[in-house]
Nanobody, 115 residues
């Protein structure tokens, strides 16, 4: 299993970004896919989850109403649309899946929100 995150960057408060998590070795429609983030000096934080088989989504309170997680079956990719970004959203963002008894992580993509 390989997960590759992309789409991060430097943006201003209020801007939007869309992160991608491209998967290989696993079909994203068959597993729950999670986004986590880690800010400098802070612990890893759950951000959002999309359940397998279209069973729904879940968000941290800190991003609810601003972030949207979605999935493209054809591209085998999970997205995180991030709107109304705030400086406190600055972090490295990681996606992960649990598949065949193991948790698989990508290497992350940096998101920096600053004016």
């Amino acid at each position: 299993v390989q997960l590759v995150e992309s789409g991060g960057g430097l943006v201003q408060p209020g801007d939007s970004l869309r992160l991608s998590c491209a998967a290989s070795g696993v079909m994203v429609g068959t597993v729950h896919t999670n986004w986590f983030r880690q800010a400098p000096g802070k612990e890893l934080e759950f951000v959002a989850r999309i359940l397998n088989g279209g069973a729904g989504t879940d968000y941290a309170d800190s991003v609810k109403g601003r972030f949207i997680i979605s999935r493209d079956y054809a591209k085998n990719t999970v997205y995180l649309q991030m709107n109304s970004l705030r400086p406190e959203d600055t972090a490295i963002y990681y996606c992960n899946v649990f598949f065949r008894g193991h948790t698989h992580w990508g290497r992350g993509t940096q998101v920096t929100v600053a004016s």
